[in-house]
């Protein structure tokens, strides 16, 4: 029923020593890492434009120097 690398025992070893790596603490913010990175992938394989945030806009205008 289930083939390959996505077994339910593979899972549950893969995340036992991802345990172990990282820890109990540092485990979530590796996993929101991932999941944004992810995220991020797939925004850009669909070649969808999204426009910036106001924030970050605002932001990288403040750092860009002015153009003589």
Request: no cysteine; aromatic share 4%; charged share 20%.
């Amino acid at each position: 029923m289930f083939t390959g690398i996505l077994q339910p025992t593979h899972l549950i070893i893969l995340l036992a020593v991802a345990l172990i790596f990282l820890g109990p603490k540092r485990l979530p913010d590796a996993g929101r890492a991932l999941g944004q990175g992810l995220r991020e992938f797939k925004d850009s394989m669909g070649h969808e434009a999204q426009p910036p945030l106001p924030e970050a806009a605002e932001t990288a205008h403040e750092e860009t120097p002015p153009v003589r």
